[in-house]
Every structure is written in structure tokens, then in C-alpha cells.
Antibody, heavy 118, light 110 residues
């Protein structure tokens, strides 16, 4: 079955960077985009962007544009999301998901908690 | 761009039907039939319920249905069950080629 498995929780200082991985299995990796969505504690979902696993094209939300990099490794079927210049408001659970249609995401990874604290 | 507007909470008794609304603008829901709905139980990842306004992925119960009129999309859950108690989020494609989510609705099964 299609499955996305993410890397473990991270604790970072303000100003640092974090890189979260998302390993896909159960489908041909290059046939779908991977999207990233985050959820701050007690808050709703926030779309961050997506990357084509086929050609690396990206599309980012304006809020994180300039601080985020999304990449894929087709040798290991893994997607990565790196967020730089972290601030406390970046504390959230970060999810990857397979972009299965124009705007529908299925399935989702289990989530990675990133805590930004001094 | 502001989030799509959802009621903060709704409730219903087992067996009843409830509807959750999701209101956007001409730049998102009003311009595309690309509305999705997700269910999220506590400390779990979201699960896709509805895509492209009214389509159900395989494995999703027929009790869940979606619709759209103008700038408002709706999710209806019929025959409420205790396991339906969760947070529900809508999302839409936008005219800037991005995705926007609703603020989420907490469903309580009484």
C-alpha cells in the first residue's frame, strides 16, 4: 500500500535550520508531487508548498517563500523539506503527503514535530 | 490570503446528519471545483474524505458527501457515529496556484 514515513522529532534554536525527510513506498515515486503541510499546536492546517518528484519543479506558499527548500531523491524515493531562519512560530507538526490530484492529498505521513526554542 | 471560513464547532447525536460549511471567495472556491475535505482525529495525520467537491476515495464511507454552491462548499455526514468525532478541514485551489485550508471545525457527537 502507498505509505509515507517521515523522520523523527527535532528541537532547534531560533535562527537555525531544520530538514525533514519523507520516504515514499508503494507507488512509482516520480508519478506524483509531494506536498508539505504544517500544523502549529492547537491550530489548523497550513499549506507550505509542493515539489514535483518528476522534474523538481516547486510551488511555495508566500508565507514561507525564501526560507523553504523542497527537494527529492529519486534513488531513495525520499522527499525533503528544509526550513531556514527558524522562529518560534515555526513550531509545528510538519506533514508530507502525496499530491494525488490537483489539490487532494492522500495519503499523509505520520508527521514530524519541530520545536523551535531557545 | 485568509483561510477559508468554517464554523469552529458543530455537534449532533448518533444517527443524525450534520453539515459543515466552508466559505471562500471568487479567488478560490468560487473559481474552481477543487475542494477537498479532511478528517483529523487527535494526534493523528489528516485523512482525505472528499476530493474535487463531491468525490469519495475508495474506502471512505458513503455517509460522507460533499457539495458546492457559489463560494460555499459543504460536507454532510449522515448517520452520525461516535467515531466521527474529530476535526474537519476543507481546502481549495486558488487563482494564485496555491492551496488554502479552512480554519477547521470540531465535530462533537453527543
Amino acid at each position: 500500500q502507498v505509505q509515507l514515513v517521515q523522520s523523527g522529532a527535532e528541537v532547534k534554536r531560533p535562527g537555525a535550520s531544520v530538514k525533514v525527510s519523507c520516504k515514499a513506498s508503494g507507488y512509482t515515486f516520480i508519478t506524483s508531487d509531494i506536498t508539505w503541510v504544517r500544523q502549529a499546536p492547537g491550530h489548523g492546517l497550513e499549506w507550505m508548498g509542493w515539489i514535483s518528484a518528476n522534474n523538481g519543479n516547486t510551488n511555495f506558499a508566500q508565507k514561507v517563500q525564501g526560507r523553504v527548500t523542497m527537494t527529492t531523491d529519486t534513488r531513495t524515493n525520499t522527499a525533503y523539506m528544509e526550513l531556514r531562519s527558524l522562529i518560534s512560530d515555526d513550531t509545528a507538526v510538519y506533514y508530507c503527503a502525496r499530491r494525488s490530484g490537483v489539490t487532494w492529498f492522500d495519503p499523509w505521513g505520520q508527521g514530524t514535530l519541530v520545536t523551535v526554542s531557545s | 490570503q485568509s483561510a477559508l471560513t468554517q464554523p469552529a464547532s458543530v455537534s449532533g447525536s448518533p444517527g443524525q446528519s450534520i453539515t459543515i460549511s466552508c466559505t471562500g471567495t471568487s479567488s478560490d472556491i468560487g473559481d474552481f471545483n477543487y475542494v477537498s475535505w479532511y478528517q483529523q482525529h487527535p494526534v493523528k495525520a489528516p485523512k482525505l474524505l472528499i476530493y474535487d467537491v463531491s468525490n469519495r476515495p475508495s474506502g471512505v464511507s458513503h455517509r460522507f458527501s460533499g457539495s458546492k454552491s457559489g463560494y460555499t462548499a459543504s460536507l454532510t455526514i449522515s448517520g452520525l457515529q461516535a467515531e466521527d468525532e474529530a476535526d474537519y478541514y476543507c481546502s481549495s485551489y486558488t487563482t494564485t496556484s496555491t492551496v488554502i485550508f479552512g480554519g477547521g471545525t470540531k465535530l462533537t457527537v453527543l
